[in-house]
């Protein structure tokens, strides 16, 4: 039994200790918004907040998880008025959506060192994969959530 | 939000689900301005079983006594927006409260009951709004002229003096009005002995302004519900490993080794695949797989190569069986008459569609019932495929198609259901099927590779005056029909090529189809996905041979073609094409049709002097001939420009020893933000009689226009994809 | 990489004769992950469905044969094994029991004289890539086990032998004779009075059939290897082969197993595991093939025979500089490697640098990462690592593949960021470098390879 603190709610999880925090979240937790597309920490769709950092949760073994606060877009926020959500439907970004729930939780945690960030800023940080190619209404929504949140 | 419990399926909960979380969203995101009045759809997309409800006027629309209105969407929704523009344009003629309106998937299982009273059910080739557009007008004109012959019965006035609009009925002289949910039910019984005209789009009043998709707010919080989301109590999960050669078969495997592992996994043998299913998560099922040491049976493919394929295409430009595609003039008087000739082969590879989502689905058994959870493009047809292969009835089938992570032509094989349904009939158990990333790469259903050599002329004036296509691809029709159109051609194999809107007076398009053991499919944009940059890059390379501007030639080769023009001319009037640039950098033009639309690129790139290339721009236009919700068609052009630069700058499935090389993001790369150029998109509505498409278009012309440019920076020609396998550092 | 290159074989010798295989197999199965005492095998599956070992098969694990005679997919022991030597590619040959292809018309004698002395039965040399200046030192009863396993226990597959790429003068043989006269130490292991019987029992797995030198020690003007046992400081003080650095396994605070406790490197070698790195390169041949299937008390041996070399040279222990990790986390003053690695191998190796042990190995304080040769660790990045299959069960993580991704500066700007992030200090890498290394390194595959012994 391990264990997982997630979006604020104590879940046991009876599974073997190197089984990555995604399927842990979306097959025994039954949260569903944090989405797999490699499995190998390459394209971002399962990103969560680890004590408050992005990280790709197919690449976190659960074992490493006790104490650890685990957020998901789920939770981000109670009503979806995130600053970070506001600006992805003032801009209209996801397209297919499998990559934005990631995304979203990338941007979150990213805004939150630079809240200023500039287009170099966020090419380095921002590598999460998009099949639907939604990097340019992406990138808009970034600045934008970043205004909102100095707001 | 429903996306915070763990949902167990009951066919009612969706609808109820679906509709608070609706709900919740609309007030949720009512401070944005733009989003006031929206209409709303389900996170959970697909309605009620059977798609049955005792209020409906007809099988499209359901009104109910408080005016919220209820409206059936027939095709898939993958991010292409249709779900929102079809039912904008239903609306146009039904002209309900539009935030009253609410959308849902239409059942696949009605349609088959009801002898197709939804049409054909698919997205794919851009035809969501092209092919629905007369269809779904009708049914809302219709569904309006029957609110209002309602009313006007109830008044005794002749219905000619009412009118309707924002859910109320008017009658012109006395004032008079009522509510759409007051007469809704009486006009549900309205036989019309004539059907009412449709509204051509200059007459429209709704449609046709840019509208937020209605499924975008279900798509940042988690709540969407796609394929690999749907949950059935009592579920296990399934993961595949299918022969590493494709069409091979399974030999033997020994499943003593995965005993004891945790989740109890069961092994099952398909004929072509081995599975297992697992309990508790679907990792347990990978790891089990991972343990198994298949034998498989390759046949003969098992010792091709990639290398191989080129060598054989390109020795099938002169031994294999040609049709013509068109022919004007008499190319080879012209390739003999003394001008300049040209002679070019371009390659390209086969690639995989890569949806974001990876291939899946979840199967529920319950006698003869099947119960199907999956995200499809097109939901009847692999209803009825599902059906062919296990010979059972489609009424049985209840498929509920959901929100696609990614489609791009893959999401209407069936195969993957066909292998859950296989599993969860071995194991007696209602099972979730997900393909590993690896296995999405390597079992896909490919965009086939091609030679295609080109054979020109340029007269005094440097302008073409003879072109020879010559195309060795793989025949996505015989692959995905079964069998080519009476006259022999495979349309896919030359798309892009013949259609090609050059005014040069003598011109050959051939096509030899030659298939390999790969599989080959409809990948965004078919042929012109790769034809486009072979075409756009040898008239570039006449017109530079002649010093002359690509752009000028091009324009000379477009005359008296006022829309192809419009697009060429919008496209590069909004770029700086003429600015001078530094050695390093350059611009590179390509235009196209595609699905009736047309579509011109303007790319501006910086190679480094080693050879590393950036797409810092580019500059697209678009004419769809209409426009729906001009939203949509712009965040398709800019999408399909990221999904065909991946494709130009790293996109190739090698095959080594029979088997499909790139398994993952780690070989087969995708541009990330890093690598995004600026777009932006200028938008055309020529009007005529057909309508043009959106979600393919802006894809063909980027790679040409991206190597075109690469020559103005470099003076190096690619004639092979990707645009990384060659060497384009230069000295400064 | 490829699964084999030249050499790159490690194989453990089981010596006492005296073991008992059944004892064996007790000793290796471990219950349950969660049970599972060291923390190297949390979560680890290892043991749960080994069959049991005859003596003979135990042996042959422990050699490690299977790594060079066979190749993915192939029938076990029928050889075909490309290996890329200074001399030209030669293929490992077909060992089965095949009167015709194999070895099945060897007497004891002859088979021993080829593992001994690398002379085949028709006389003919066999080239060093046999390592059998090392199987010189295995007891006559392993070899008659070892014998009788591959007569008896290894079924016939008739399959001949691909013929080497070695051309010119290189390819006479003759040259070998004296090859082996000038570098070969005949006989068997001898006891050091010295030690214990564990720390002699070490001793001979290593420097006997286990031939850990075969990647660790480096090789003289001849590619013979400089030392073949503990009593030269050259044996196993890490060398580059195949581009990749086999590090020192001496005491060295940094850059050898001087912070390694005997634990690590018992947990290490049976699960290819544990807090202070995850195995790579040909290291995961070893781990996929042989080692996990060892007893412990022969692990345990090795650990303790390896943890007794001194350090060659005396280096200040490593300590841990938290400025990196600040940096990461505020995403501030980083420079191009910095942010390369806060884009790509943050998620699983941390803003601290301290990975997610055992699972996914740390960066910081990381022998490997440390050293003054960074070929590994331009191999890792470029080409990512092959999964680790410890007794059948895959590994639930591997190192992906940049080579498509990023440029050389890239990779060198990362690989040069992560030397000296968190107090490594480890000296730079040039682009060259990486430019040098990416055309002589295939990727790695992402299919799982296991080999079957029978
Ligand atoms: S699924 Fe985790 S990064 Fe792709
Ligand atoms: S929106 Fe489809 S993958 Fe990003």
């Given amino acids: 039994m391990i264990t997982l603190t997630i979006n604020g709610t104590q879940h046991q999880v009876d599974l073997e ?10 097959d025994a937790v039954g949260l569903t918004g944090t989405k797999f597309g490699c499995g190998i920490a390459q394209c971002g769709a399962c990103t969560v907040h680890i004590n408050g950092q992005a990280m790709r949760s197919c690449s976190v073994p659960i074992g490493r998880l006790e104490g650890a606060s685990i957020t998901t877009i789920e939770a981000l926020s109670p009503d979806s008025k995130h600053p970070v959500q506001q600006a992805w439907l003032a801009e209209d970004v996801p397209q297919c959506g499998w990559c934005q729930s990631g995304q979203i939780m990338a941007v979150a945690a990213f805004l939150k060192q630079n809240p200023k960030p500039t287009d170099a800023d966020i090419d380095a940080n921002i590598t999460n994969i998009c099949r639907c190619g939604t990097y340019e209404r992406l990138r808009r929504a970034i ?5 909102l949140m100095k707001a | 939000m429903d996306g915070n419990q763990s949902q167990v399926l009951s066919r009612r909960k969706f609808l109820v689900t679906g509709v608070t979380a609706a709900g919740g969203f609309v007030i949720g995101i009512s401070a944005l301005p733009h989003f006031a009045n929206a209409a709303t759809v389900g996170a959970q997309p697909w309605g009620e079983e059977g798609g049955h409800n005792p209020r409906e006027i007809d099988a499209w629309i359901v009104i109910d006594p408080d005016d919220s209105v209820l409206i059936r969407y027939q095709r898939a929704e993958m ?7 079809v039912p904008m344009m239903l609306n146009e003629e039904l002209q309900a409260d539009w935030s009253k309106v609410k959308v849902e998937f239409a059942s696949a299982n009605r349609n088959v009951r009801e002898h197709k009273i939804y049409g054909d059910m698919y997205s794919n080739g851009s035809r969501s709004i092209k092919e629905s557009q007369k269809l779904v007008q009708q049914v809302g004109a219709s569904a309006r002229t029957r609110l209002i012959q309602a009313a006007a019965t109830k008044w005794s006035v002749p219905a000619g003096e009412c009118s309707a609009a924002n859910s109320v009925i008017t009658h012109g002289p006395s004032g008079r009005t009522m509510r759409y949910g007051e007469v809704a039910a009486d006009a549900a019984q309205i036989k019309l002995d004539k059907e009412p005209d449709i509204k051509t789009p200059d007459k429209w009043t709704f449609a046709g302004k840019p509208m937020p998709r209605l499924d975008v707010v279900h798509k940042i919080n988690g709540a969407a519900k796609f394929g690999m989301d749907a949950q059935v109590p009592g579920m296990v999960f399934a993961a595949i490993l299918q022969c590493p050669v494709p069409g091979g078969k399974l030999k033997s495997v020994d499943e003593s080794v995965v005993a004891g592992m945790p989740g109890n996994p069961k092994v099952v043998k398909l004929d072509n695949a081995v599975a297992v299913a697992a309990e508790g998560t679907w990792w347990r099922a990978r790891q089990a797989l991972a343990k198994l040491q298949p034998e498989w049976d390759t046949g003969a493919p098992g010792s091709t190569s990639t290398e191989q394929f080129f060598r054989e295409y390109r020795a099938a430009l002169d031994s294999g069986k040609i049709v013509t595609a068109r022919k004007q003039g008499d190319v080879d008087k012209a390739l003999g008459g003394g001008g300049k000739t040209f002679e070019a082969v371009y390659e390209t590879p086969y690639l995989s569609h890569s949806p ?25 047809d692999e209803t009825e495929k599902v059906a062919e292969h296990f010979k059972i009835e489609a009424e049985n089938i209840y498929l509920h198609n959901a929100y696609c992570g990614g489609g791009f032509g893959r999401r209407d094989g069936a195969d993957e259901v066909i292998q859950a349904i296989s599993v969860a009939k071995a194991v007696q158990k209602p099972v979730k099927l997900i393909w590993s990333r690896e296995e999405d790469t390597r079992h896909d259903f490919f965009r086939p590779m091609a030679v295609v050599r080109f054979k020109g002329a340029t007269g005094a004036d440097g302008m073409p005056t003879a072109l020879q296509a010559r195309t060795v691809t793989g025949s996505v029709v015989l692959n995905a029909i079964g069998k080519l159109p009476p006259n022999g051609l495979d349309f896919v194999s030359v798309q892009g090529l013949a259609t090609n809107g050059y005014g040069i007076p003598n011109m050959l398009i051939e096509s030899i189809v030659k298939d390999t053991h790969l599989p080959v499919w409809w990948w965004r944009a078919p042929g012109q996905n790769q034809n486009v940059f072979a075409i756009e890059g040898f008239i570039d390379e006449m017109a530079y041979a ?12 477009l005359q008296g073609k006022a829309d192809w ?11 700086d094409w003429g600015k001078p640039l530094p050695k390093g950098k350059g611009r590179g033009i390509a235009i196209c049709t595609d699905t009736d639309s047309l579509c011109a690129q303007v790319a501006e790139v910086t190679v480094t002097p080693k050879g590393e290339v950036k797409v810092d721009r580019v500059t697209a236009a678009i004419d769809t001939r209409y426009q729906v919700n001009p939203l949509t068609i712009a965040e398709q052009v800019e999408g399909g420009i990221i999904f065909g630069l991946s494709a130009a700058l790293y996109g190739k499935i090698d095959v080594k020893d029979g088997a499909p090389v790139q398994g993952n993001f780690d070989t087969y790369r995708m541009v990330r933000l890093a690598q995004a150029p600026k777009i932006d998109v200028h938008m055309l509505a020529s009007g005529g009689d057909k309508w043009g498409g959106a979600g393919e278009p802006s894809t063909p012309p980027i790679a040409g226009a991206v190597a075109n440019a690469i020559f103005a920076a470099t003076g190096k020609r690619i004639r092979k994809l990707p645009i990384m396998d060659n060497d384009l550092s230069f000295t400064v | 990489m490829k699964r084999m290159k030249f050499l790159a074989v490690a194989s453990l010798v089981l010596g006492a004769v005296s073991f008992a295989p059944t004892h064996q197999a007790g000793a290796q199965s471990s219950p349950s992950p969660q049970a599972s005492a060291p923390p190297a095998e949390t979560g680890s599956t290892a043991g749960q469905t080994t069959p049991p070992a005859s003596k003979g098969e135990y042996v042959a694990r422990a050699a490690d044969c299977i790594a060079c005679h066979s190749v993915p997919g192939g029938k076990a022991y029928t050889g075909g094994l490309k290996m890329g030597t200074p001399l030209g590619n030669i293929y490992s040959t077909n060992i089965t029991p095949d009167k015709e292809t194999g070895i099945g018309d060897y007497s004891y004698e002859d088979f021993e004289r080829a593992v001994r002395q690398g002379v085949a039965k028709d006389g003919h040399h066999l080239y060093p890539a046999m390592p059998y200046p090392s199987y ?4 006559d009863d392993d070899m008659h086990l070892l014998y009788d396993f591959f007569m008896k226990e290894v079924p016939a597959v008739k399959q001949a032998n691909k013929p080497n790429e070695i051309t010119g003068v290189m390819s006479w043989r003759w040259p070998i004779a004296i090859w082996n006269w000038m570098f070969m130490d005949k006989g068997v292991y001898r006891q050091k009075s010295d030690h214990d019987a564990a720390w002699n029992r070490g001793a001979y797995l290593v420097e006997g059939l286990e031939h850990c030198g075969a990647c660790h020690t480096p090789r003289g003007w001849a590619f013979q290897e400089k030392a073949l046992d503990a009593g030269s400081s050259a044996f196993l003080s890490g060398a580059e082969l195949d581009a990749w650095y086999a590090p020192s396994l001496h005491g060295e605070a940094r850059t050898g197993l001087g912070s390694w406790s005997q634990g690590d490197v018992a947990a290490f070698l049976k699960t290819g595991h544990n807090n202070k790195g995850v195995a790579f390169g040909s290291m995961i041949d070893v781990v996929n093939n042989s080692t996990p299937y060892l007893s412990d008390d022969d692990i345990n041996a090795m650990a303790a025979y390896l943890k007794s070399l001194p350090a060659g040279t005396q280096q200040a222990a490593y300590t841990y500089d938290n400025s990196t990790t600040t940096a990461l986390e505020s995403g501030k003053s980083l420079d191009a490697g910095g942010k390369l690695y806060n884009g790509y191998c943050l998620t699983c190796h941390g803003a601290d640098g301290k990975g997610q042990v055992p699972f996914l190995p740390p960066l910081a304080g990381n022998p490997v990462v440390m050293d003054s040769d960074p070929s590994s660790l331009v191999n890792l990045v470029l080409n990512g690592a092959q999964t680790i299959v410890a007794k059948g069960t895959p590994d639930s993580y591997r190192m992906p593949q940049y080579r498509v991704q990023l440029t050389d500066d890239e990779i060198a700007s990362v690989v040069t960021f992560i030397r000296n992030a968190w107090g490594n200090g480890a000296p730079a890498v040039t682009a060259d470098a ?14 799982v390879i296991i080999l079957k012994m029978r």
């Fill in chain 2, 79 to 85: 991010g292409q927006g249709s779900m929102t523009a």
């Fill in chain 3, 434 to 447: 990486v430019k040098k290394l990416r055309p002589i390194t295939d990727p790695s595959s992402d299919h």
């Fill in chain 3, 136 to 139: 010189a030192k295995v007891t």
């Fill in chain 1, 17 to 26: 200790p190197d089984t990555p925090l995604l399927w842990a979240i979306r």
């Fill in chain 2, 356 to 380: 974001m989502e990876p291939l899946n689905a979840t199967v529920k058994i319950d006698g003869e019932r099947i119960d199907v959870w999956v995200g499809t493009q097109d939901a009847l």
């Fill in chain 1, 143 to 147: 600045h934008r959530a970043a205004d």
């Fill in chain 2, 565 to 575: 023009l419009a697009t060429l001319d919008a496209a590069v009037k909004n770029s």
């Fill in chain 2, 546 to 557: 002649n010093n002359l501007d690509p752009y000028e030639v091009r324009r000379k080769l």
